[in-house]
T-cell receptor, first 114, second 115 residues
Framework: KAGVTQTPRYLIKTRGQQVTLSCSPISGHRSVSWYQQTPGQGLQFLFEYFSETQRNKGNFPGRFSGRQFSNSRSEMNVSTLELGDSALYLC?????????????FGEGSRLTVL | AQTVTQSQPEMSVQEAETVTLSCTYDTSESNYYLFWYKQPPSRQMILVIRQEAYKQQNATENRFSVNFQKAAKSFSLKISDSQLGDTAMYFCAFQTTGANSKLTFGKGITLSVRP
């Protein structure tokens, strides 16, 4: 069974640009959540999608957005990149969400903003 | 708002020995879930153990067990017979049971197992 796949694994952008990250969940998983991991702030919740609907959202500015497609694949977009957006972005999938099912994480997309 | 605190940034343990990782949390909720996740170097994060707050019995998964003290809002992870493969960053996490619940992580602790 294929795991959670995130693409791209590494990317470098400059301030002001935008970026789109992709996450393919495990087959049969309908919940996809996104996290930002930085050395200073640790892991912070961005948002969760379930059956194409955003079910929950963290405390991030509107520059961070996401969506989920009918095949449960999810994308997150960050517009007008800032230096502080440099981080490892993790995607996690589960059948129904963290409470009732184990979260399976991808390897992450490491974003560097110059 | 819920907070999760892992006060020790780093720990080291000799192979085959036992180590305990500390975690405290703050919430006004009575029903919630607690987790420990492991993130090995350059590898995916995986769930180590899960505890429901309404269960008094401490969760156990092979060499991993927790000491859940609800009144003290403490949730420590004990790793017995430490192995080199246990070297990783460990995150304590908390989630309420409400419709708008989200997983809140601590800042993590880096555990090194020495041969």
């Amino acid at each position: 069974k294929a795991g959670v796949t995130q693409t791209p694994r590494y990317l470098i952008k400059t301030r002001g640009q935008q970026v789109t990250l992709s996450c393919s969940p495990i087959s049969g998983h309908r919940s996809v959540s996104w996290y930002q991991q930085t050395p200073g702030q640790g892991l912070q919740f961005l948002f969760e999608y379930f059956s194409e609907t955003q079910r929950n959202k963290g405390n991030f500015p509107g520059r961070f957005s996401g969506r989920q497609f009918s095949n449960s694949r999810s994308e997150m977009n960050v517009s007008t990149l800032e230096l502080g957006d440099s981080a490892l972005y993790l995607c996690a999938s589960s059948r129904t969400g963290a409470l009732t099912g184990e979260l399976f994480f991808g390897e992450g997309s490491r974003l560097t903003v110059l | 708002a819920q907070t999760v605190t892992q006060s020790q940034p780093e720990m080291s343990v000799q192979e085959a020995e036992t180590v305990t990782l500390s975690c405290t949390y703050d919430t006004s909720e009575s029903n919630y879930y607690l987790f420990w996740y492991k993130q090995p170097p350059s590898r995916q994060m995986i769930l180590v153990i899960r505890q429901e707050a309404y269960k008094q019995q401490n969760a156990t998964e092979n060499r991993f067990s927790v000491n859940f003290q609800k009144a003290a809002k403490s949730f420590s992870l004990k790793i017995s017979d430490s192995q080199l493969g246990d070297t990783a960053m460990y995150f304590c996490a908390f989630q309420t049971t409400g419709a708008n619940s989200k997983l809140t992580f601590g800042k993590g602790i880096t555990l090194s197992v020495r041969p």
